[in-house]
Each structure stands twice: as structure tokens, then as C-alpha cells.
């Protein structure tokens, strides 16, 4: 296998034309990425032309990965006011609206996955990664057959989390495999670019990056995926809500006021795409000191509990602010695996027992039919 670079790169793509001239002299090609066989590349276009250039897309994305040392290639389309596509403007967010989760134009189908929970938050900085990880192992540990998506792009944490390194491969050619790490399947951006490298990437980009993180990997047959969604409430967040078919969601808070301001408004996102919220989880509940056992509320307490009363939902359960978690985690071997009998691992089972319940509830009340929309 060869060696693949920029020039080769971009020496191919000079045959994808828009219009009389190549992709490459418009100088539409930008943010091109290379990681051990791993390419990704963004096409910067008019976004009035948005929908007419997905061929071009696919056709980029084609000779790329026919190039000899090429395992995968993701192609994205943005817009960029100034820049590329000429006279871009930022798309109009009407193409955000009415659509309920997995119905949307671009629905994303996922046939051997049988149910699929979003874990979001408000806000960055709550936990949320640590409690998407620990929940799918508590699943899986249950006898659950479980995947989990990495699906905050701009700073994936799944892959060390977990303690997986590498890339993913292809068997079939067409679709990455993905990962595996303490028995359950796993995909994340972060094994796709160097762990130092920042992920600048603007919305639109982001947007199709994470459809085709979905779209391309496979999965195979799950009982459950657990995506980790990005934190906030941003067109990102909304477009996967509407084009998964999500079996549910969880919001993640902290107690503080500010935290549960921002996990209403993830909260009220799900609920305006018709997505089943399953709860609130509140993370960092209170701290537990490890040597005299003096318990301190150091982001007040009960906050998140009280907020779920509020809003009309579940209170799922409250896991403390706790040394064990953060170290397990830092190291790959989550609280769930590292010390199942803790009292830590035993809130996290015991949170995954009662979102299996209400996602076998959903499922039997037809709240996650699959979307009857065909994606070429």
C-alpha cells in the first residue's frame, strides 16, 4: 500500500469540474485531513446550490477513496460567506424546522440497530461523556448487546475513555468497522485525526461529518447504541435529532442553577422533534471526601431533581463528583468495568436499568418506528 499525501490528493481531484473548471483551481477544497490511510476534506459551496452539488460530493469522495492507500474517505459540504463558493450566505435555518426525529429529508437509516438514545447536555463541562460511556457499559453488562458513538467531534474523549487505539478498518470495502473496547463496538472522530489535532470545523461540515459517521459504519446488529451527542443546542445537535430515529433521550446536568437553565433548553429540543425524553441525570450530585467521608455540596445538590419535577420528566438517578470515576475514566477502564461492585458503578447499573425499561416501553408504544424514507 502506498503512501497517500495532499499533492495526490488534490492531483485527483482535479478532475471533479464544477461547471468548466475543477473543485481544486476554484480553491473549493479546504480543510483536508491525513491520518494513516484516513482522508477528510471539506468542498466550500454556494449554499443556494446546496442540494445540486451532492453528486459532486459523492464523486469526490469516490476518487479519493479509489486512490491506492486510501481505507476511507469523508467528504463534507459548507458554506463559507467569501469564500469558495463565491457568493455564499449562511443557510436558512427554515430547513431546521418540523421535521420529528428520523423524518427528515436526509433521514439516516440504521436497520440493525434496534434502538438508539442520545445522551446530550446544555452546555460543555458536565460529565456528559463519562456518563455516555459508563451507561453503555452498564447496559452491556446487563446482556445487552451495545454500541456507542463518539459524536462530539470538536473533542472526542470515547477512544481514551475506553482505552482503544488505532483506526478502523474496512472488511467490506465500502463501510469502516467499527471499534471495540470492554466488549462493546465503538466509533469516534478521534480515531479518524492525531488526538493533539483541533477539529475546526464549521456547522455545515460538522452536520454531514456526524450523518456519515451514522451512515458509514457498520454496526452490524445492536440492542442499543448510545450516541454522545455534542453539548448545546445548536443546528448540529437539532439536525441529528431530526434525522436519527432516536428511541429516546437523556439530559445530563449538573445541580447549579445555570447548568439546569442550559439542560432545559436540550431538553425542549428533543421534545419540539416529537424525541421521547427519558430523564434527567445529575452528575457531580454532591462530593464524598474519600479519606474522612465528609459529604460537600459543592455545586449545590438536588438542583436537577427538582428541575425534572418541573418539567414534567424523570429524575433518573444522581452520581457523585467523585475522584474513582474521573481516574478510571482518564486511564480506559470506566468505574463500570474497573469496579463493578462500587457503590459509583452500582448508580450507573441502576440508571441503565431503568432506561432499558423505558426504551423496551418506547419501543412497544411505536415511538421509535423507523423513518419510511429511502437514502440513496
Known sequence: MSAI?????????????????????????????????????????????????????????????????????????????????????????????????????????????????????????????????????ALAADGRSVGILDADIYGPSVPRMLGVQGEPSSSDG???????????????????????????????MAQTALQQMMRDINWGDLDVLVVDMPPGTGDVQLTMAQQVPLTGAIIVSTPQDI???????GLNMFRKVDVPVFGIIENMSYFACPHCGERSDIFSHGGAKAEAALLSTDFLGEIPLAIDIRETSDNGNPIVISQPDSEHARAYRAIAVEVWRKTVAAQEKGEAEAPRIVVQ
Open 5 to 137: 499525501n495532499e499533492e495526490l490528493i488534490l492531483d485527483a481531484l482535479g478532475a471533479v469540474k464544477d461547471g468548466e473548471n475543477d473543485i481544486v483551481s476554484q480553491k473549493m477544497v479546504s480543510g483536508l485531513q491525513i491520518k494513516d490511510g484516513h482522508v477528510a476534506f471539506a468542498i466550500e459551496v454556494d449554499p443556494a446550490r446546496g442540494a445540486q452539488m451532492e453528486p459532486l460530493r459523492k464523486e469526490a469522495e469516490k476518487i479519493v477513496h479509489a486512490l491506492d492507500g486510501v481505507l476511507s474517505a469523508t467528504v463534507v459540504l459548507t458554506a463559507e460567506a467569501g469564500q469558495g463558493g463565491g457568493n455564499a450566505q449562511p443557510q436558512a435555518p427554515e430547513q431546521h424546522q418540523h421535521h420529528p426525529a428520523g423524518t427528515g429529508p436526509d433521514a439516516i437509516m440504521m436497520p440493525g440497530v434496534k434502538a438508539i438514545i442520545a445522551v446530550a447536555s446544555g452546555k460543555g463541562g458536565v460529565g456528559k461523556s463519562t456518563t455516555s460511556v459508563n451507561l453503555a457499559l
Open 259 to 265: 447548568a439546569l437553565a442550559d439542560a432545559r433548553r
Open 174 to 204: 465500502k463501510t469502516l468497522d467499527p471499534m471495540q473496547g470492554h466488549g462493546i463496538k465503538c466509533m469516534s472522530m478521534g480515531f479518524l485525526i492525531e488526538e493533539e489535532t483541533p477539529v475546526i470545523w464549521r456547522g455545515p
